[in-house]
């Protein structure tokens, strides 16, 4: 199957059967703006093997001519088994705006975007982006920092139910000005958010429910079984491995948090938005920080050299 025909067939067909694009080995360049807004879509290597199908953009420039190689404005849309690098913007866009629902990422690799690597965008007009799953995939910086500041992992907005499992993150660190954006990072009015059993290596934030003094944050959801390691001293933003910023209800429940840099706080909750949560029998290196009049509920958790 040849990349560039990948518009016309998931888009031209207007049977509502589910299609499946087979991709050969092989790598693709200049991937550009592949927009998926038909429903029912599974794209796949033949092979399953990430490292042998590569979709690469036109460099991670700002104004290079490839900003998204996945624009996705259709539900039940499947990625699995593929390379996704070098563009603009987004590696793929995932658009809360326009209702999109049971998104999945799978088995992939995404390196190096001026921007957010996975992204969900939104605005406020009463849409969500519900049920996404996104499992067993590698989001890196492979030059161990990014390019700027305004990088992160899995950036996203107006999320409802979505899993986050089993994925490993690498270098999602700023090289000057400010902190990069987390590693993983629900906020924006989203809800019930499950991310479990994750790794996050050499990122300035790990895990991110919410951002600021909002009532429209993120509410409810699940943290756990994640480790977050930070060994990186050159890296000049460090910052929390875990963070609740107007998250409600939330659980940071079994991770190991071990950050080797200047930064205090291991896990923070913030702000008075944040209460009825639960942070227990976590293992951490640093401090579990209370700050802006936050509340929660503190147990078994274990400090470790």
């Given at each position: ?278 942070i227990e029998n976590n293992k951490v290196n640093k401090k579990i920080k209370q ?5 929660a509920v503190l147990s078994a958790n274990e400090f470790v050299d």
């Amino acid at each position: 199957m040849i990349v560039g025909n990948m518009y016309n067939i998931a888009n031209n067909d207007k049977s509502g059967n589910v299609i499946e694009i087979l991709v050969d080995d092989g790598e693709y360049k200049n991937s550009s703006n592949i927009i998926i807004s038909r429903n029912n879509i599974t794209i796949r290597s033949i092979s399953n093997n990430p490292a042998h199908v590569v979709l690469s953009g036109s460099g991670m420039k700002k104004k290079s001519p490839v900003e998204v190689i996945f624009d996705i404005s259709a539900s039940n849309v499947t990625l699995s088994g593929m390379t996704l690098r070098n563009v603009s913007h987004h590696l793929i866009q995932v658009r809360a705006e326009k209702g999109v629902d049971f998104f999945s990422l799978d088995n992939c690799i995404l390196e190096d975007s001026y921007q957010q690597l996975l992204k969900v965008s939104g605005k406020d007009n009463g849409e969500y982006s519900d049920f996404g799953v996104i499992k067993n995939s590698r989001f890196e910086y492979t030059a161990g920092v990014a390019p700027n500041y305004y990088v992160g992992g899995i950036d996203a907005h107006r999320s409802r139910g979505w899993v986050v499992s089993n994925n490993i993150f690498l270098n999602i660190a700023s090289p000057a000005e400010k902190v990069a954006e987390h590693a993983i990072h629900f906020w924006n009015d989203s809800y019930g958010t499950q991310v479990i059993g994750n790794t996050i290596i050499n990122s300035d934030r790990g895990i991110g429910f919410g951002l600021g003094n909002s009532s429209r944050q993120h509410q409810g959801g699940l943290i756990e079984n994640n480790v977050v390691s930070h060994t990186n001293t050159h890296h000049p933003f460090s910052d929390t491995g875990i963070a609740l910023e107007s998250s409600p209800d939330s659980i940071v429940r079994n991770n190991t948090v071990l950050l080797y840099t200047n930064y205090p706080n291991a896990i923070e909750y913030r702000f008075s938005v944040t209460k009825n949560v639960i942070i227990e029998n976590n293992k951490v290196n640093k401090k579990i920080k209370q700050r802006d009049n936050a509340t929660a509920v503190l147990s078994a958790n274990e400090f470790v050299d």
